[in-house]
């Protein structure tokens, strides 16, 4: 039996394999797409590490900056253990060649982001996700990986409450697969993608794994917790890196004016622009300043992205720029050992997981340190924990779930158009699920997200070929992101508060007696169920 | 009205026309706006619509782009990556592709701890841009009749590794591209013309064969027409 099955093989995933590797394990690491298509190639501005080669810093700062950016979620444990270990893990990086920038003294380069006390970013130009990305990539082929494209997960396989696989669908030959395993990690990525068309995220940012933990009687928590980041482009919701204001851009409005200290943590500047444009101001990034040369060199990748997305040259024009969707600081409740909360033999790490690190709102270069460092850590406790001797179990769930992929071939009348109804909740979830909410339409989106959900009878897929379907890969997406999408509204209405990214104007503080809490979900007996647990310091 | 124009794809058995709202906008969006609208079987791979994650390369009159990244116009024709396996539409096969990174043992063989300067991290700035696209793979002649050659990116790769002061074991790299691999390059530098990345592996494979010269390696083509010639003098 296959010692530890990973799902997901971005950054964390990736990481976590080459590590269990290490200690011994025989590890698989399966996923929807390509490792190096994952989001973490989208990652640009860099990666925190208190190495104080630029300007003075501590792993004490890097840990107040964090804390204070988490508005009091976070496991100040989790917070300490993640920015201790943040120089190892550059050097972990290092050593497998990473290509950091450098200082004139040979250093690891390092920039300033928002709400950072010092210039604490690693970077890779603006590809430091996907210089780290391919870098593991390519260790995994030396270490010889085995690593499965093209697999859609569908469902964890569970014994009373003991995951050992999943099943998924081949998506080139359509067939559903189980894989069994004695331990499972999940690194399926975040829930953004529900805010389509307002969002930074890829297509497939749908939450398929935090969604198979909430089917399989696991937790979720925090999931009212999304990160609207301040500058992407206007027209097609592409992300310019906060590197760009780290490096002293500015925000300023129609008549030019600068309204915000751009280096503010994200949730402050995203509310900040989003009030402007309340105003009916246009919001717009200003580079110009910093020089063509500065431009091309330490950002190639923002100066091409807003030439071709917005028609704009950055060197000579102002950039048009709204906040988006772009990162889920909720998702899979784990504990310090990244156990999920609810079942066993089942880890959860990166962005789908709520490790308990951005709390309410997340600082820009812990996400990559993050996958890393977390991905390293649950790599070493699921080859700890794995038992000795384990067989596989008689399992149906991959009879169900091909009957489920069947039935989705034959019946269906596809009377609705659900890319329509996507592209539509996409725009509601901006407008009454965003930077300001609002009771009454939360409650108004949700009451039109379970009508929409028990409509999906008269949606299905029209494309009706077996092999390689991307209609019903889209499909199955969608009921992710719904069964998500619930779970989040719900959240946000319960909590009547602003805390970080979750701001609702009626209750515009903070309310810590009743709200200093992380908000929990399952599911039993087929109904949602919740609780609040209070935070303990 | 909005005004529209066509586009044609070709599906494999039969190359199928379009109309799509004529706007200045991207060819990955013109392909959603028909799989939402026109033709929900029509299939393609995408992913973060920013040219960053290198799955919707295609080729447009017979010329590689990434459809998130190129704006389409009348009478385009799409189709799917050549020297790929097609698998329906344009979704093309890329596992048998990466397979050259195995082959060409494209990675750091042997990590050593050195200072690394600015100037060092510089020399494969762009190299380490690749984002496995393989555009360049499927612009590449030589794959036309040899298709075992290790082709463009993972030549590149493996040129990033040698020229990382890291790597403590260059050779490692080198004995694995002689064969299909750097001399069986015509330098036609059709992969540096598509890169969406601005790379040039032409440079790059031009460059290993002077590290390979430097560990005793030489042109095989050169060597046979030194046998046929030499002989007579």
């Given at each position: 039996?296959?010692?530890?099955?990973?799902?997901?093989?971005?950054?964390?995933?990736?990481?976590?394999?080459?590590?269990a590797?290490?200690?011994?394990a025989?590890?698989?690491?399966?996923?929807?797409?390509?490792?190096?298509?994952?989001?973490?190639?989208?990652?640009?501005?860099?990666?925190?590490?208190?190495?104080?080669?630029?300007?003075?810093d501590?792993?004490?700062?890097?840990?107040?900056?964090?804390?204070?950016?988490?508005?009091?979620?976070?496991?100040?444990?989790?917070?300490?253990?993640?920015?201790?270990?943040?120089?190892?893990?550059?050097?972990?990086?290092?050593?497998?060649?990473?290509?950091?920038?450098?200082?004139?003294?040979?250093?690891?380069?390092?920039?300033?982001?928002?709400?950072?006390?010092?210039?604490?970013?690693?970077?890779?130009?603006?590809?430091?996700?996907?210089?780290?990305?391919?870098?593991?990539?390519?260790?995994?082929?030396?270490?010889g990986?085995?690593?499965?494209?093209?697999?859609?997960?569908?469902?964890?396989?569970t014994?009373?409450?003991?995951?050992?696989?999943?099943?998924?669908?081949?998506?080139?030959?359509?067939?559903?697969?189980?894989?069994?395993?004695?331990?499972?990690?999940?690194?399926?990525?975040?829930y953004?993608?529900?805010?389509?068309?307002?969002?930074t995220?890829?297509?497939?940012a749908?939450?398929?794994?935090?969604?198979?933990?909430?089917?399989?009687?696991?937790?979720?928590?925090?999931?009212?917790?999304?990160?609207?980041?301040?500058?992407?482009?206007?027209?097609?919701?592409?992300?310019?890196?906060?590197?760009?204001?780290?490096?002293?851009?500015?925000?300023?409005?129609?008549?030019?004016?600068?309204?915000?200290?751009e280096l503010?943590?994200?949730?402050?500047?995203?509310?900040?622009?989003?009030?402007?444009?309340?105003?009916?101001?246009?919001?717009?990034?200003?580079?110009?300043?910093?020089?063509?040369?500065?431009?091309?060199?330490?950002?190639?990748?923002?100066?091409?992205?807003?030439?071709?997305?917005?028609?704009?040259?950055?060197?000579?024009?102002?950039?048009?720029?709204?906040?988006?969707?772009?990162?889920?600081?909720?998702?899979?409740?784990?504990?310090?050992?990244?156990?999920?909360?609810?079942?066993?033999?089942?880890?959860?790490?990166?962005?789908?997981?709520?490790?308990?690190?951005?709390?309410?709102?997340?600082?820009?270069?812990?996400?990559?340190l993050?996958?890393?460092?977390?991905?390293?850590?649950?790599?070493?406790?699921?080859?700890?924990?794995?038992?000795?001797?384990?067989?596989?179990?008689?399992?149906?769930?991959?009879?169900?779930?091909?009957?489920?992929?069947?039935?989705?071939?034959?019946?269906?009348?596809?009377?609705?158009?659900?890319?329509?109804?996507?592209h539509?909740?996409?725009?509601?979830?901006?407008?009454?699920?965003?930077?300001?909410?609002?009771?009454?339409?939360?409650?108004?989106?949700?009451?039109?997200?379970?009508?929409?959900?028990?409509?999906?009878?008269?949606?299905?897929?029209?494309?009706?070929?077996?092999?390689?379907?991307?209609?019903?890969?889209?499909?199955?997406?969608?009921q992710?992101?719904?069964?998500?999408?619930?779970v989040?509204?719900?959240s946000?209405?319960?909590?009547?508060?602003?805390?970080?990214?979750?701001?609702?104007?009626?209750?515009?503080?903070?309310?810590?007696?009743?709200?200093r809490?992380?908000?929990?979900?399952?599911?039993?007996?087929?109904?949602?169920?919740?609780?609040?647990?209070?935070?303990?310091? | 009205?909005?005004?529209?124009?066509?586009?044609?794809?070709?599906?494999?058995?039969?190359?199928?026309?379009?109309?799509?709202?004529?706007?200045?906008?991207?060819l990955?969006?013109?392909?959603?706006?028909?799989?939402?609208?026109?033709?929900?079987?029509?299939?393609?791979?995408?992913?973060?619509?920013?040219?960053?994650?290198?799955?919707?390369?295609?080729?447009?009159?017979?010329?590689e782009?990434?459809?998130?990244?190129?704006?389409?116009?009348?009478?385009?024709?799409?189709?799917?990556?050549?020297?790929?396996?097609?698998?329906?539409?344009?979704?093309?096969?890329?596992?048998?592709?990466r397979?050259?990174?195995?082959?060409?043992?494209?990675?750091?063989?042997?990590?050593?701890?050195?200072?690394?300067?600015?100037?060092?991290?510089?020399?494969?700035?762009?190299?380490?841009?690749c984002?496995?696209?393989?555009?360049?793979?499927?612009?590449?002649?030589?794959?036309?009749?040899?298709?075992?050659?290790?082709?463009?990116?993972?030549?590149?790769?493996?040129?990033?590794?040698?020229?990382?002061p890291?790597?403590?074991?260059?050779?490692?790299?080198?004995?694995?591209?002689?064969?299909?691999?750097i001399?069986?390059?015509?330098?036609?530098?059709?992969?540096?013309?598509?890169?969406?990345?601005?790379?040039?592996?032409?440079?790059?494979?031009?460059?290993?064969?002077?590290?390979?010269?430097?560990f005793?390696y030489?042109?095989?083509?050169?060597?046979?027409?030194?046998?046929?010639?030499?002989?007579?003098?």
């Open positions: 039996m296959l010692d530890i099955l990973i799902i997901g093989s971005g950054g964390a995933g990736l990481t976590s394999a080459l590590t590797k290490e200690k011994g025989t590890v698989l690491v399966v996923g929807k797409s390509y490792p190096t298509a994952s989001q973490t190639s989208m990652a640009q501005g860099g990666i925190n590490a208190s190495l104080g080669n630029i300007t003075p501590s792993i004490q700062a890097h840990i107040d900056d964090t804390i204070k950016s988490a508005h009091k979620l976070c496991d100040r444990e989790m917070v300490q253990e993640l920015c201790q270990d943040a120089p190892n893990t550059i050097k972990w990086l290092e050593k497998l060649g990473v290509p950091f920038d450098r200082t004139n003294d040979a250093k690891v380069a390092q920039r300033q982001l928002g709400g950072a006390s010092s210039k604490r970013a690693c970077y890779a130009q603006d590809y430091t996700g996907l210089k780290i990305l391919h870098t593991l990539y390519d260790t995994c082929l030396k270490e990986i085995e690593m499965i494209e093209e697999y859609f997960l569908l469902n964890l396989i014994e009373e409450k003991r995951v050992l696989g999943a099943t998924f669908l081949d998506i080139v030959t359509g067939e559903v697969k189980e894989i069994q395993a004695k331990n499972t990690i999940i690194a399926t990525g975040g953004a993608g529900i805010y389509k068309g307002f969002t995220n890829s297509e497939g749908t939450g398929d794994g935090i969604a198979s933990i909430l089917r399989a009687g696991g937790a979720v928590s925090d999931m009212e917790f999304v990160q609207f980041h301040p500058t992407a482009l206007k027209s097609s919701s592409t992300l310019i890196s906060e590197s760009a204001r780290g490096e002293g851009g500015y925000l300023v409005n129609t008549k030019g004016e600068r309204f915000v200290d503010l943590p994200r949730d402050v500047v995203a509310r900040a622009i989003a009030s402007e444009m309340q105003k009916g101001e246009e919001v717009f990034l200003d580079i110009r300043h910093l020089g063509e040369e500065k431009l091309l060199h330490l950002m190639p990748q923002e100066v091409r992205l807003c030439r071709l997305y917005e028609h704009v040259d950055p060197i000579t024009e102002l950039i048009p720029i709204k906040p988006v969707a772009h990162y889920s600081m909720g998702g899979i409740d784990v504990n310090h050992h990244l156990e999920v909360t609810g079942l066993s033999n089942c880890y959860a790490v990166g962005e789908c997981s709520n490790a308990k690190i951005h709390g309410a709102n997340r600082l820009g270069g812990n996400s990559l993050e996958i890393i460092s977390m991905g390293r850590k649950a790599g070493e406790n699921a080859v700890k924990s794995l038992l000795p001797q384990s067989n596989e179990i008689e399992s149906n769930q991959r009879q169900q779930d091909q009957e489920y992929i069947e039935g989705l071939f034959e019946e269906y009348p596809f009377e609705r158009n659900f890319y329509a109804i996507q539509e909740l996409g725009r509601k979830f901006y407008q009454h699920a965003g930077i300001v909410r609002d009771n009454t339409q939360l409650n108004n989106l949700l009451n039109e997200l379970r009508v929409i959900k028990s409509d999906l009878d008269n949606m299905g897929i029209a494309d009706k070929q077996v092999e390689n379907n991307t209609n019903l890969i889209d499909f199955l997406q969608f992710n992101s719904l069964e998500i999408g619930e989040l509204l719900d946000a209405l319960v909590r009547d508060e602003s805390r970080g990214a979750h701001y609702k104007e009626a209750f515009p503080n903070e309310e810590d007696k009743l709200y809490v992380n908000s929990l979900y399952w599911i039993e007996d087929n109904v949602l169920q919740n609780k609040l647990v209070k935070v303990i310091d | 009205m909005q005004r529209e124009l066509t586009i044609a794809i070709n599906r494999g058995k039969k190359i199928t026309h379009f109309s799509v709202p004529e706007e200045k906008t991207t990955l969006k013109a392909l959603y706006y028909i799989k939402e609208h026109t033709d929900k079987s029509l299939t393609f791979s995408s992913s973060c619509r920013s040219g960053i994650c290198g799955t919707c390369a295609v080729r447009v009159n017979g010329k782009v990434l459809a998130c990244s190129y704006t389409f116009e009348e009478d385009d024709l799409i189709e799917p990556l050549a020297y790929h396996e097609i698998q329906r539409d344009l979704k093309v096969n890329k596992q048998r592709v397979e050259t990174l195995k082959s060409s043992k494209a990675w750091l063989q042997k990590s050593q701890e050195i200072q690394v300067t600015e100037e060092q991290v510089a020399v494969t700035e762009k190299q380490t841009d984002i496995l696209c393989d555009s360049c793979y499927s612009s590449c002649p030589v794959l036309e009749v040899n298709p075992d050659f290790i082709g463009p990116f993972a030549l590149t790769r493996a040129y990033r590794y040698i020229a990382d890291r790597e403590g074991n260059i050779k490692g790299i080198i004995d694995n591209i002689q064969s299909n691999g001399w069986d390059c015509t330098l036609c530098g059709n992969c540096t013309e598509v890169c969406p990345q601005g790379i040039n592996p032409k440079m790059d494979i031009t460059l290993l064969r002077g590290t390979s010269s430097q005793g030489s042109d095989p083509n050169f060597q046979v027409m030194d046998f046929n010639f030499g002989g007579g003098f």
